[in-house]
Structure formats: C-alpha cells, structure tokens
C-alpha cells in the first residue's frame, strides 16, 4: 500500500517568515495529494490540494508543489501569521473520493509562528 | 464549517464491550471514509463506504464495521474493545465523484 513520509515533524519561525513542509509518497497511481491543517481539539481542514496533472497550485499565501517523478510534493506557506501556528498533514490516494484506499496521510508537521 | 456531524462528542468504555458512532453528511455527499486518529499521530483510513457498500478499507480487524444509509448518515461499530482502540474517530464525506474530504469534529473513544 501506499507510505507517506512528512518532514519536518516540528518547525519553528518567525512571523513573516516562509514555512516549507515536504512529502514524499510511495505509490506511483497516486494522484491526488490534499494538506489538511488541524489545530488543537478540532477536525482537520482542507487547505490546499493538487492533482497529479498538475506541477504547482497557488492560493493567496499557500501554495503546493508536486514532483511526479521524485514523487515529492510540498506545502509552502509565505508572510506565516500567528494563526498559521496548528499541525500540518500531506495525505496521498487513488482516484476519486480518495478511491478503495481512502487518503493515506503524512505524521504531521507542528508549526509554530514565533512572534 | 463542513456539514459534517458526528455523535457522540466523546465515549468511555471498557474493554471487551462494543461501541457505535455516528456520522451525518450533507445531501449528495454518497461516499464517507472513516479514519482512526491515535494522539500525535495522522488519521489512519479505516474503510470507506459508496452508496452503502463498503469500497475499500484499510489495515483494520473485521471487529471494525460500518453502515451507510440512504439519508447521508453512516456509523462505525467496533466489538471487542481493546485498550489500543482509545483514539479520535473521524468520518469524512465526499460530494459526487469528487475528491475533497470533509471531516466531521470527531468522536474521542477512550478504552479502560
């Protein structure tokens, strides 16, 4: 089955500064890649997904980047804010409505926006 | 937010009895997944379920069950409670043929 690797699991800047959170996904039929943000005691939420057809998607201060050949993507996060501060999860899966397989997600990266 | 609910907010059992938790999605909304959330950890795909047949699932025993039903609810039974099931439950549905997962708030299951 598919694995998803997450690094870093913890990254600290400060406010303003850019944030870089990277995956790395085993299953090369994967193609749809979501990152949710969860904070503390509340359900995860979309923030920005990709398509394997795709190479970059951007929406205001986040954007995404997918590597099919290396078979790595990356959330970036510019102008970061206090309220940026929460868990990131990448998650990858097959087909529509996360396919058979269902989104195999990454451990989690804890950001922390430093003021 | 989502549309997503789920119920109960929170459950403690013991081990070896049974639980069910519930989900409800908005209309349209025919597929729902359901993830376990150990602490400190990413939601981990339970099984999924299409119009009310199950469709895919993940690397859980068959003592974890589900059910669909017509009016977007869906529920998670579990038997035989064990100390390790102690977790966040998530459902997520999904509208149509699309991808977006929305996740409901959770249901925190605790196993003495």
């Known amino acids: 089955g598919e694995n998803v690797e997450q690094h870093p699991s913890t990254l600290s800047v400060q406010e303003g500064d850019s944030a870089v959170i990277k995956c790395t996904y085993s299953d090369s039929a994967s193609n749809y890649f979501p990152w949710y943000k969860q904070e503390l005691g509340k359900r995860p939420q979309l923030i920005i997904d990709?398509?394997?057809?795709?190479g970059e998607k951007k929406d205001q201060r986040i954007a995404v980047t997918l590597n099919k050949t290396a078979k790595h993507f990356s959330l970036h996060i510019t102008e970061t804010q206090p309220e940026d501060s929460a868990v990131y999860f990448c998650?990858?899966?097959?087909?529509?409505?996360?396919?058979?397989?269902?989104?195999?997600f990454g451990k989690g990266t804890h950001l922390i926006i430093q003021p | 937010e989502t549309g997503v609910t789920q119920s109960p907010t929170h459950l403690i059992k013991t081990r070896g009895q049974q639980v069910t938790l519930r989900c409800s999605s908005q209309s349209g909304h025919n597929t729902v997944s359901w993830y376990q959330q150990a602490l400190g950890q990413g939601p981990q795909f339970i099984f999924q379920?299409?119009?009310?047949?199950?469709?895919g699932r993940g690397n859980f025993p068959p003592r974890f069950s589900g059910l669909q039903f017509p009016n977007y609810s869906s529920e998670l039974n579990v038997n035989a409670l064990e100390l390790d099931d102690s977790a966040l439950y998530l459902c997520?549905?999904?509208?149509?043929?699309?991808?977006?997962?929305?996740f409901g708030p959770g249901t925190r299951l605790t196993v003495l």
């Open positions: 990709i398509r394997s057809n795709v």
């Open positions: 997520a549905s999904t509208f149509g043929g699309t991808d977006t997962q929305y």
């Open positions: 379920y299409y119009r009310e047949e199950e469709n």
């Open positions: 998650a990858a899966s097959r087909g529509r409505g996360g396919g058979a397989d269902g989104l195999t």
